[in-house]
């Protein structure tokens, strides 16, 4: 390792071994190899030496082995083994930090070695969320295609969990995802694109589209939520769950028409609902104390591994956030006022109706 890099580990190792060993520890920092500091971040990151072995595509005894060797070189008891599972001693933790930094920075590094070094990528394997806009998807691709006839492009549309896996086994140079309900990955790089608004709608047909004030929660649990999400991709006590009723469904088509057939409630993005909104077929609700109405959607690649030339240009072509705000805020607008028009035509012909009767 360069000396600039592997200081923070020295200082932090120095501080826990007799200053009669300073010189030795020096000496055998020296044998320290990234390949170490990576099985000891998987280790820890995993919580077992098992879990870090799949992760790392390694024996868990050699995983072990290779953590016994880099405790042995630094004289410092990184893990205690006494449990059913490691847990970090108070020496790992502190060390944990910058073994970070200085793999963090040898892959910075190698990326930007194989950037100069390498050309145009020979074929390009992208997989996108259901949740990102179709629009600007098409639109991207098609400048991709004129812009690069000679990558070939490969394309997944996948749900949260399977864009995480494409692009951690290598199978997808660039995943679009959208933040939630998961969390990328550590080695992932995020880059944001742009932000999509979400909206609880029902059918007019349905007992919650009467509300016109905010819906509390104890009215929502009497109704069906339906649940756009891969079951492997749902969180204990998910925060988005407004009723204990819940369908959960793997393809947003059927959760669209289950939403206009009148079987419950739930929140799509605008985007994909704003046809029905204007023309009626759904209605906007608002629950009381939702969670939140937006969700970020970005662009990830592996930190180790990032996207040639030709990647990079579409990544940077799908940044159109502000474009998308301004078009579903004027959506937004219309919307409502479209909704406020309609209710008052309403009670027009109620009170005419009223009037007739009399």
């Given at each position: ?92 933790r502190a060390l944990l930090a910058d073994a970070r930094a200085v793999a ?255």
């Open positions: 390792m360069r000396p600039k890099l592997r200081s923070g580990i020295e200082a932090a190792l120095l501080g826990y071994v007799d200053r009669r060993d300073i010189s030795q520890s020096k000496i055998m920092l020296d044998g320290v190899s990234l390949d170490q500091l990576r099985t000891f971040i998987a280790a820890a990151d995993e919580g077992s030496f098992s879990a870090a072995g799949r992760r790392l595509r390694r024996a868990q005894s050699v995983v072990s082995q290779t953590l016994a060797n880099l405790e042995g070189q630094l004289r410092v008891k990184l893990f205690d083994r006494s449990a059913r599972y490691p847990v970090l001693t108070e020496q790992g963090g920075d040898m892959d910075l590094f190698k990326a930007r070695a194989k950037g100069l070094a390498g050309g145009l990528e020979p074929e390009l394997s992208v997989v996108a969320d259901v949740m990102f806009p179709i629009a600007p998807l098409t639109d991207a691709l098609a400048a991709f295609q004129q812009k690069f006839p000679t990558t070939a492009l490969k394309l997944y549309v996948e749900g949260p969990s399977r864009v995480v896996q494409h692009v951690l086994d290598g199978r997808c140079a660039v995943g679009v995802m959208v933040s939630m309900p998961l969390t990328p990955p550590p080695q992932f790089t995020c880059e944001r694109l742009l932000t999509l608004r979400l909206a609880q709608v029902v059918s007019p047909l349905h007992p919650l589209a009467a509300h016109r004030a905010r819906i509390p929660r104890t009215v929502l649990a009497q109704h069906i939520q339906l649940v756009h999400i891969e079951r492997s991709d749902l969180p204990p006590g998910a925060a988005s769950l407004l009723s204990p009723k819940v369908w959960l469904l793997g393809n947003l088509g059927a959760k669209l028409a289950f939403l206009r057939a009148g079987f419950g409630f739930g929140g799509l993005p605008l985007h994909v609902v704003e046809a029905d909104l204007a023309s009626g077929a759904l209605v906007q609700i608002t629950p009381e104390d939702a969670p939140v109405s937006t969700c970020v959607i970005s662009a990830v690649y592996r930190t180790d591994s990032p996207p040639g030339p030709a990647g990079r240009w579409l990544v940077d072509h799908l940044k159109q956030e502000d474009a998308w705000e301004l078009k579903e805020r004027a959506f937004l607008s219309a919307a409502s006022a479209a909704a406020c028009a309609k209710r008052q035509r309403r009670r027009s012909r109620s009170r005419k109706s009223r009037g007739r009767s009399h």
